[in-house]
């Protein structure tokens, strides 16, 4: 990802799309893999998300609307963002489209567990392959979404292991039928969400292929900020990140 933000020129007719995937959670902190478990943002996760709603409004760059997931940590990242920039007051709509990947039977277990009994080659397709989704977990699992009512309401059905391709398929319609109505308003669009939904989202914009994927990782509480042509792909390729020595 280009960090060259102060050559970012600005062009008529553009589009301005920031992506930030949420401060750190709880079990990052823990190396758990977290999927569709609704765990909270540390100290430290909120202190980023602070952080980023800091860079975004010295970019100048203030959203007019914010999407984000169902997950808390996730919506907290959003709001404490909104506030340091200044924006507590804007629309904010949230998507099960946006949770992150749901990780199947890994929820829950630590990544070196998992590395330690499937051995690394098979931790890495798991993990960073674009077809292949981890091991279904099982609906009375304490760690399945299976009964959970904030999906039963929205009569979603909530999977039992997603690949980076699944998640794809479930975001890029809300891409097209939510976020995508906003920047043709000449909205500039913030979206909270998580690493995986991230990468899928950034592999359509971009254009990427399933090897050139799995090489990108999104840091956690750091915007990346897309200016898209009018056909809506991107003026700069991977975006540019704003980091605090190119925050002004």
Not at 50 to 79: K, Q
Not at 86 to 91: A, L, S
Not at 126 to 144: E, N
Request: with cysteine; proline share 6%.
């Amino acid at each position: 990802m280009n960090s060259d933000f102060g050559k970012q020129s600005t062009m008529g007719g553009q589009r301005r799309l920031i992506l930030l995937r949420h401060g750190e959670s709880a079990w990052n902190a823990a190396d758990r893999f977290a999927g569709w478990v609704d765990v909270p943002l540390t100290d430290v996760g909120r202190a980023e998300a602070h952080r980023s709603g800091e860079l975004i409004r010295r970019a100048g760059i203030l959203p007019d609307v914010v999407h984000t997931s169902l997950l808390r940590r996730a919506v907290a990242t959003a709001d404490v963002a909104l506030n340091a920039a200044e924006r507590h007051w804007i629309p904010v709509h949230r998507s099960w489209r946006l949770n992150e990947r749901h990780y199947g039977d890994l929820q829950g277990r630590t990544r070196e567990a998992v590395r330690t009994e499937v051995g690394e080659a098979r931790f890495r397709l798991w993990r960073r392959s674009y077809h292949i989704a981890p091991p279904a977990i099982r609906a009375d699992s304490p760690f399945s979404q299976a009964g959970d009512p904030r999906y039963r309401a929205l009569g979603v059905d909530v999977p039992s292991a997603e690949s980076l391709q699944d998640v794809q398929n479930r975001l890029l319609p809300y891409w097209e039928n939510a976020i995508v109505p906003d920047l043709v308003r000449g909205r500039t669009a913030l979206v909270v969400s998580h690493g995986n939904a991230l990468r899928g989202l950034i592999m359509h914009l971009d254009c990427l292929t399933a090897d050139d994927i799995g090489a990108v990782s999104i840091p956690t509480g750091i915007p990346i900020r897309y200016d898209l042509d009018d056909t809506l792909r991107p003026v700069v390729p991977g975006g540019v990140v704003l980091e605090p020595t190119h925050a002004g």
